[in-house]
Every structure is written in structure tokens, then in C-alpha cells.
């Protein structure tokens, strides 16, 4: 016995350290995993920011690299300007200058320099010659024949003593010596307001930098000392830059303020700069952190919950074995002597008793037993079952439960009244014995009521965890991909449902709330017999959202994360990040759309017109092209002004939309040049079309300017031809209109 009891210890004591092994190792593999996830979902939020702020400082680029080419297309024209003297020469270039700047805000003041680095023509006036030739910019012109355009550092201006960018193309002879060059100044504060224009939290950052040798252009947060400076040659950016890497993400700590962050970088591939967006850890590792804490809660929880349970357990296991032992033992000598049978039952530790089965007598009983009872003795030679058992009214009623005892010991639970009327709980063990011939009931009880109570106190504590759980912002769901096994209350919340009875009744699975839009995931994109939580696994983390339409009958976007749960089972937990998809979505569309008319713009046109040539392909259609050019559009902005011109430009989109077809897509092409993109079924409509496009913008009496034409230059795209083409095709006709007396339509031919 003394074997047994060491044995059936140590293995309690190795079944509660094991247990709590698992349990921690459990949570430490959690919190590791969740650290992970916050990390990627960092990388893939820089990654988001990063496009997004390098697409627009592209396109900032890209119109600065328009207007030098118009400024270089004006200061080449000049020549036929034989008439003026040279300072009517520099009032005439001042105030095209003047007119590029009014229509690209971002640019602050246009120069023209000569071969030499001074300063001829310029948008603002110039008090003193200046002169360039020791700037590096110039310098890289004059000194590569084969460069054609070249940035500065970040410089303090010397024609308007603020700190810019310096942007110029270089104007050369034949021989491809310079003949001069045309610059552009973006002011800091600009390139600072784009920067600033994405939220990057706490200690975030966002700047841009050279990628040839890393010196810094401008930072949100702005910290001006740090301005020109450039990384280490060891910096993990800067060797990755080196070693031709052109988008990257990482985790550093800042060598400036040794703030730990994640970041990722794209280098600008048209210009010698890469565009960086880092998150601070105490950003991203905020709901981490949060987690975390939960996490370390629920284990400390779970521990002192099953250090309880194991004490309670242990104790009673134990001491359930030595009684049962002794009970056995105990028989044993009923059977073979009486009087040593009574003694030991009086010595009995536990409430030890035998019955008479007829009457329910109590006839022998322990001291425990009476202890329990609180009887003296003459009280407990009367007591019998009937008395001191709450539930039993009469001999009949204990008869019929004992009726199934035997020789086998049996367990049960009863309520015991003391003589002072208050109860406890009795579990009891007994089992039928012959004595003289007769049979008896020999039962031994123990008193459990504070064991009842630490249980219903464990069940209570798992019942907060459970709640906690239910706190969760999440909607969680244990799913074998076509039917939900359980789901949280979150899930019935959003679709409206009372309960899993109810959603049964009309569905199966989540997935079929799974709304249809390209953007993100829905069942149209795998096979029918495929499981959408297995092929949804297979995508990148970052695109891993569905769109789903709650109870309010609005839409929202889900990120989705899979973990398995059994064999057959998987728990998928749905995110939602409406708000931080649908402001990215608006950011794009921004990018894409011109900030005058809203009109779509160059960029949209050079990203999409592949997908109009492919929808043709498949619709068995005819992609058209037409260039709309308003006809003396100058004459209103030195009539009007060019705030009236703005206004006109957005009135004549509305009159073009108007009167366009529900399907055509209007792009603005630069200054009032509009390309309508046309898809059509019969390429033979495409004159009738636009005819009555030009004949609505003739008759329509615009706002303060009147009546205006314009002149249409169209074309058919041929099949698998370069679409530039198909531009050009369409801009020759729109010069025939133009050359032929204008506000009139030439539709190139096909032959």
C-alpha cells in the first residue's frame, strides 16, 4: 500500500508540472506567433504607405519633368520671337514661365541657364546676375554629355532664398555639347506636405532620399539638422540599395534616436531617389502588447485554477484509495471475527457505518460518523437512514435506491442533516455484506461540501474565461470549410442571427455571405469542390480579406487568419479593417484622378489601357480613341484670367460626361487636351458619336466665357499594335481639324 501511495503521488505531482509546461509553452508559442503577425502586418502597412507616397512623388516628378520639357520648347522657340529686344525677351519667357507655374502649383520658379551656369530667363525677376557653374546639378550636365536631367541636394535658392530641389534638363546640339539647360525649384515645404500627407502614428517616419549615395531630401517628422546628411555605408538600406534592391522591408533601430521601427523602402526607378515609410515598434506592437497582457492573465488564470483543482483532487483521490483499502481490510475481518470487526469500526477515522436493509437502522458506526452527525450515543442507537438523509421520506424509498447494490462497491452523492438541522454533502461508497446470514449495507461517507464549493468556484472562474474570450472585437468560427461548427457571439451580431440554431436553418457556412469584387476574395475564384479556408491559405497575408454585408446592410472588410484546429477543423477568425483598406482605396483613386476636373489623368491612362485592349479582345469589340483640344482656349485665360479658365475646363468635363455614353472613360491629357477612350460594337458609329459630342459642346453657353468649340482628332486601335500609335494616329487628325479651320471631327482611316 505504502508502494502505491508513492507511486499514484509522484504521478500527480509529474501529471500538474507537465500540464503547466504545456500550458505555458502553449502561450509563449502564441505570444511569439502574435509577435510575428504584428510584424508582418507592419510590413505590409509600409508597404501600402510606401507605394502610395512614391506614386505621388512620382507623378510630382513627372509633371516638374513636363514643364521643363514646355520650358525648354519655349526658351527654343524664342528665336522666332525676332521682334523683341532682350528685355522684352525676358518679360515674354517670365511670363510663360509665370503660366507653367499657374497650372502645376508644385513648382515654385522656373530658370533658363546658359552653357556657362547664369541665369538668363526666369520666372521671377532678377535684381543681379547669378550664376549656377559651381552647383553639383549643373556640373553633372555640363560634365556627362550622355545625362539629360539631374537633381540637386536640398538647397537654399538663390532667386528665392528658400529651401528646394533643383530639377534640370539639359539643352544640347547635335554633338550632344550643352547649350544650356532649364530648371525647376520644388520648395522643402512641398515635398514636406506630401510626406506628411499619410499617417505613420507615434514615432513614425516617412522620407524621401538620393539612391545614388543616400543623402537626405526631406523627413516627416521635419528635423532640419538632419537634412543633406547621408546614412553609414554599413546601413542595412543602404547596402540593400547598393546591391540593386529596389523595394525591400526590414526591421532596424534608428541610429538618430534608437527608435526601434519596421520599414520598407521603394527606389523611384525614372529618378535618383528611394521613398521610405517606418513604423515605430510602440506603433505596431501596440494591440501586441495589449494581447500580451490578456494572454499572461488567462495563464496565471489557468495555473491557480489547476493548482486548486490539483490540490482538491490529489487530496481526495488519496484519501478515497486509503479508504477504500481500509474498507476492504475492514470486510475481511467482519467475516472472519465479529468482535475485532466492531472495534475497528469504532476506531474508524471516516464516517464508517452498516444498515439494516429492512428497517434502514443505523446498527454500527464509527466516531467520525457520529461527529459528523453531532448525535450523542443514546440518539445514535435510534438514528436511522430515513432520519438524517434530507431526500428520503420513508424505509420504502431507501430500499428501493440500495436495490441495486451487490457485492460490487458503488459510489453515489447524498444530503446529510445534522442534528442542528444545517446539511452537508455525503459522498458515499458502500457495498452489500452477509453477516450471520443476513445482509447489511456497509457504507463509508466523506463530508464533500468544500470540495462542491472549490469546484463550482473552478466552473464559475472557466466561465469568466469564457466571457473574456466573448469580449473579443473578432468574429471567430470553427468551420470544416463548408459548415460552421461554432461560432462566437460576435458572428451572430453582425448577420443577425439569435444563435447557430438559427443560421442552420438557411445556411451553412460564413463563406456564403462572401460578396463578389475583384479587390478581394469570394468563392467565384476557386473551383466549386475546392475548401475557400484551404485555397484562401495559398494567398499572400495581405490579401487575404472578403468583403461581407452586415445585418445593417452595410458592406465591410474582413482581414482572415486560418489556424487549424483539428484534423478536419479549422478555426478562422475574421479582422475588420474597413476603415484602413477603404482609405487606402481612396489614396489610389486619388493618385489616379486629375486635381482639377477629377477627371482620371496620364498615370491612370499608362496603368490601365492594357485591361481596355484585353476587355475589347474579349467582348469581340473595337477600342477607340478620340483627342478633344479646345479651340482657342488661350484667348480665355488672357480674356478671363486663369481662374475662369479652371472653371471652364471643369464645366466643359461636365457638358463631355454628359453627353457621353455610360461606358466611355474621359482622361485628361495635359493643359485642354482630353482623350475619351471609346469601346464599341460597330466601329462605323464612332463619326455619329462624336459628332454629337462637338455639336453639344458648340451649342453650349458656357459660364461667363459663352460658347466655345472644340476640334476632335479620332482613331480605331489596331490589333496588337503599340498603342503610342494609335495616339499619335489620333493626334495627326486632331491637327487636320485644327489645320482645316477647327470645331470638326477626322477620324483617321484604318487603310
Not at 367 to 372: D, L
Not at 450 to 457: A, F, P
Not at 550 to 567: I, P, T
Request: aromatic letters at 10%; hydrophobic letters at 40%.
Amino acid at each position: 500500500m505504502n508502494n502505491n501511495s508513492f507511486n499514484i503521488k509522484n504521478f500527480t505531482y509529474s501529471w500538474f508540472i507537465f500540464s503547466i509546461f504545456i500550458v505555458i509553452i502553449i502561450a509563449l508559442f502564441q505570444v511569439y506567433f502574435e509577435y510575428k503577425k504584428a510584424i508582418k502586418n507592419a510590413i505590409t502597412i509600409t508597404n501600402n504607405l510606401t507605394t502610395i507616397l512614391t506614386k505621388k512623388l512620382e507623378n510630382d516628378f513627372d509633371q516638374a519633368n513636363n514643364i521643363l520639357k514646355l520650358a525648354e520648347n519655349i526658351v527654343k522657340n524664342l528665336s522666332n520671337e525676332k521682334k523683341l529686344n532682350s528685355e522684352e525677351k525676358q518679360e515674354f519667357i517670365a511670363s510663360k514661365f509665370n503660366f507653367l507655374i499657374n497650372n502645376f502649383k508644385n513648382i515654385s520658379v522656373i530658370n533658363y541657364l546658359d552653357k556657362d551656369g547664369n541665369i538668363i530667363y526666369s520666372s521671377n525677376t532678377l535684381h543681379n546676375k547669378i550664376n549656377l557653374s559651381d552647383r553639383r546639378h549643373f556640373l553633372e550636365l555640363k560634365n556627362n554629355k550622355d545625362l539629360m536631367l539631374s537633381f540637386s541636394d536640398v538647397i537654399v535658392s538663390r532667386t528665392t532664398n528658400k529651401n528646394s530641389l533643383a530639377q534640370l534638363l539639359a539643352i544640347r546640339d547635335t554633338k550632344k555639347e550643352l547649350i544650356g539647360a532649364v530648371s525647376v525649384l520644388i520648395d522643402l515645404e512641398t515635398i514636406n506636405s506630401v510626406l506628411s500627407s499619410i499617417d505613420t502614428g507615434k514615432n513614425g517616419v516617412a522620407l524621401l532620399r538620393r539612391s545614388d549615395d543616400t543623402t537626405l531630401i526631406s523627413k516627416y517628422p521635419i528635423n532640419e539638422s538632419e537634412i543633406n546628411k547621408q546614412l553609414p555605408l554599413n546601413n542595412d538600406i543602404s547596402v540593400r540599395i547598393r546591391a540593386g534592391e529596389k523595394t525591400s522591408s526590414l526591421e532596424y533601430i534608428a541610429s538618430t534616436d534608437n527608435e526601434k521601427r519596421v520599414a520598407s523602402f521603394i527606389v523611384i526607378d525614372k529618378y535618383p531617389f528611394y521613398v521610405q515609410v517606418a513604423l515605430s515598434q510602440e506603433e505596431y506592437l501596440k494591440q501586441w502588447k495589449r494581447n500580451l497582457i490578456i494572454v499572461s492573465i488567462l495563464v496565471f488564470l489557468f495555473i491557480l485554477s489547476a493548482f486548486l483543482f490539483f490540490l482538491v483532487v490529489r487530496k481526495n483521490y488519496l484519501k478515497e484509495q486509503l479508504s477504500i483499502n481500509k474498507q476492504k481490510e475492514l470486510m475481511n475481518q467482519i467475516l472472519k471475527e465479529k468482535i475485532k470487526y466492531e472495534t475497528l469500526l469504532k476506531l474508524s477515522s471516516d464516517a464508517v457505518f452498516v444498515v439494516d436493509i429492512d428497517t434502514s437502522e443505523i446498527l454500527e458506526y464509527s466516531h467520525q460518523t457520529q461527529k459528523n452527525l453531532a448525535y450523542n450515543d443514546i440518539e445514535m442507537k435510534t438514528l436511522t437512514i430515513v432520519d438524517i438523509d434530507v431526500d428520503l421520506k420513508n424505509v420504502e424509498e431507501f430500499k428501493e435506491i440500495i436495490s441495486n447494490i451487490n457485492s460490487e462497491i458503488i459510489s453515489l452523492q447524498r444530503v446529510h442533516k445534522r442534528k442542528d438541522g444545517s446539511f452537508y454533502n455525503a459522498s458515499i461508497t458502500a457495498v452489500k455484506i452477509e453477516i450471520d446470514g443476513k445482509d447489511y449495507i456497509y457504507a463509508s461517507t466523506r463530508d464533500i461540501t468544500e470540495k462542491l464549493r472549490i469546484r463550482n468556484k473552478l466552473e464559475e472562474s472557466y466561465k469568466n474565461l469564457e466571457k473574456l474570450i466573448e469580449t473579443q472585437n473578432n468574429i471567430v468560427i470553427l468551420t470544416n470549410g463548408k459548415e460552421i461548427k461554432f461560432a462566437n457571439q460576435k458572428f451572430f451580431n453582425f448577420l443577425g442571427f439569435k444563435n447557430l440554431i438559427d443560421f442552420k436553418e438557411k445556411h451553412k457556412c460564413i463563406c456564403e455571405f462572401f460578396i463578389e469584387n475583384d479587390r478581394f476574395f469570394h468563392l467565384k475564384k476557386i473551383n466549386e469542390n475546392e475548401i475557400w479556408s484551404d485555397k484562401i491559405l495559398e494567398l499572400e497575408e495581405s490579401k487575404r480579406v472578403v468583403c461581407m454585408k452586415g445585418k445593417d446592410s452595410l458592406e465591410y472588410l474582413f482581414s482572415v487568419s486560418v489556424n487549424s484546429f483539428d484534423d478536419e477543423t479549422k478555426i478562422v477568425s475574421f479582422t475588420d479593417i474597413s476603415q484602413t483598406v477603404l482609405e487606402n482605396i481612396y489614396l489610389e483613386e486619388k493618385v489616379l484622378h486629375d486635381k482639377l476636373t477629377n477627371t482620371y489623368n496620364r498615370e491612370f491612362f499608362e496603368n490601365n489601357y492594357k485591361r481596355f485592349i484585353d476587355n475589347c479582345k474579349l467582348n469581340n469589340t473595337k477600342l477607340a480613341l478620340a483627342i478633344l483640344d479646345i479651340d482657342y482656349f488661350k484667348d480665355v485665360n488672357d480674356r478671363f484670367g486663369h481662374d475662369i479658365g479652371d472653371l471652364f475646363l471643369i464645366e466643359f468635363v461636365q457638358v463631355i460626361q454628359k453627353c457621353s455614353r455610360k461606358n466611355d472613360i474621359l482622361v485628361r491629357w495635359g493643359g485642354e487636351e482630353f482623350i475619351l477612350i471609346l469601346e464599341l460594337n460597330d466601329p462605323e458609329n464612332l463619326e455619329k458619336i462624336l459628332e454629337n459630342l462637338r455639336n453639344s459642346i458648340e451649342k453650349y453657353n458656357f459660364q461667363t466665357v459663352g460658347n466655345k468649340t472644340c476640334s476632335i482628332g479620332a482613331t480605331i486601335y489596331r490589333d496588337d499594335e503599340d498603342v503610342l500609335k494609335t495616339i499619335k494616329r489620333a493626334d495627326e487628325s486632331l491637327y487636320e481639324a485644327k489645320k482645316t479651320g477647327r470645331n470638326r471631327v477626322i477620324i483617321a482611316s484604318l487603310y
